[in-house]
């Protein structure tokens, strides 16, 4: 079994900055309707989860409008070898009915036909981002930082939301994350407010950029220090 712990607010506020400079690092994109899959698990364990997840989506939609929006695709993988991708959806009330409709069930999890979706998505039409909300990894390392690695060629970061501290899925989401060019962060299940920012902040990224990122960052708590390092930093 392997060994799990929750992160103190200290480490999980140092998880946050580091995320959040991943971002800022992340490939720069134009303005415009950004479009962004939106993937989580939905194993048995993770039903707590998606059912916040459901509440914080509408924010996503909300923080892009004038930036020119935004379009989410709705994946999930669960029970024996399920996986399903939703259409594209521009607005909020559609996104939040296709969530509703998931009952989370048991099986192991399938992150590698999410990342080779996202590959394939984004050969149809570009892709900005793919975040991914999950707690284990049950398959091989190195096949999925082989994909996060053309993910990362192609300029399609993978930004993870890793609920709990296994340490094994902590290795390999670290390594998908920074072959990607995306970001890995924690977050604590009893502060859906800090995962509510951090995916609007993907999510405003996705759609206007760094430079909207950065006016993001100036009114909202969690992620105000992005202000100084996108202001240093040099891309």
Not at 35 to 59: E, H, I
Not at 151 to 165: A, K
Request: glycine share 8%; hydrophobic share 35%; net charge positive.
């Amino acid at each position: 079994m392997s060994e799990k712990k929750t992160p103190t607010k200290s480490v999980a506020s140092k998880e946050v900055d580091q995320f959040l400079k991943a971002v800022a690092k992340a490939p720069q994109i134009k303005s415009g309707r950004g479009r962004l899959v939106f993937a989580m698990d939905a194993t048995a364990s993770r039903q707590p989860t998606w059912d916040r997840a459901c509440q914080l989506q509408g924010d996503m939609f909300t923080q892009t409008k004038g930036l020119g929006g935004l379009s989410i695709q709705l994946c999930f993988y669960r029970g024996y070898d399920e996986f399903r991708a939703s259409p594209w959806h521009d607005s909020t009330d559609r996104m939040l009915k296709a969530m509703l409709a998931v009952k989370c069930l048991g099986g192991h999890t399938q992150i590698q036909r999410v990342l080779k979706h996202a590959l394939s998505e984004h050969q149809k039409q570009s892709v900005q981002a793919l975040v991914f909300v999950g707690d284990c990894i049950e398959e091989s390392i190195d096949d999925l930082c082989q994909l996060a690695g053309k993910l990362g060629i192609c300029g399609v970061p993978v930004f993870i939301f890793q609920e709990g501290n296994d340490i094994s899925a902590l290795r390999g989401f670290k390594q998908i994350a920074r072959l990607s060019h995306g970001a890995h962060c924690h977050f604590d299940s009893s502060s859906p407010q800090e995962l509510g920012e951090l995916l609007s902040a993907v999510a405003v990224y996705a759609s206007g950029g760094l430079k909207a990122l950065n006016h993001y960052a100036s009114q909202s708590p969690s992620v105000k220090q992005l202000s100084h390092q996108l202001g240093t930093q040099k891309f």
